[in-house]
């Protein structure tokens, strides 16, 4: 493991298998693999999974195909993304009041709407 506080994978860098820190990461090369990181920010390519614990920004020209499981997860416009996204809660109080509202609301349905 990693445990530089921030690290870089430079354009050009090309790097196929896992990558796991404990710190953060700006990737502006390309990772066939996937990235274990503490924050992560792309401004090159990705394809893999991604589980970062708390932000992931994925920057203006940036591509990422995988599925992504983080804190925060921002797209910014231009962006090209194949993703699935799934966010965890920091924050027990928002977490408990997602599972006490999925408890006492049924989802909607086709019905509902006519």
Do not use: W
Not at 62 to 82: D, H, K, P, Q, R
């Amino acid at each position: 493991m990693a445990t530089a506080e921030k690290s870089m994978i430079p354009k050009g860098m090309v790097i196929e298998g896992d990558v796991v820190m404990d710190g953060d990461l700006d990737l502006v090369g390309e990772i066939r693999g996937n990235v274990t990181a503490k924050n992560l920010v792309v401004t090159g390519a990705i394809k893999g999974d991604l589980n970062v614990d708390q932000r992931v920004d994925i920057e203006n020209g940036a591509m990422v195909v995988g599925s992504i499981a983080a804190g925060e997860i921002n797209v910014a416009l231009g962006a090209i993304c194949e993703i699935k996204m799934e966010k965890f809660y920091t924050n027990p109080s928002a977490a408990q009041f997602f599972s006490d509202y999925l408890k006492n609301h049924k989802p909607a349905t086709a019905d509902d709407v006519n």
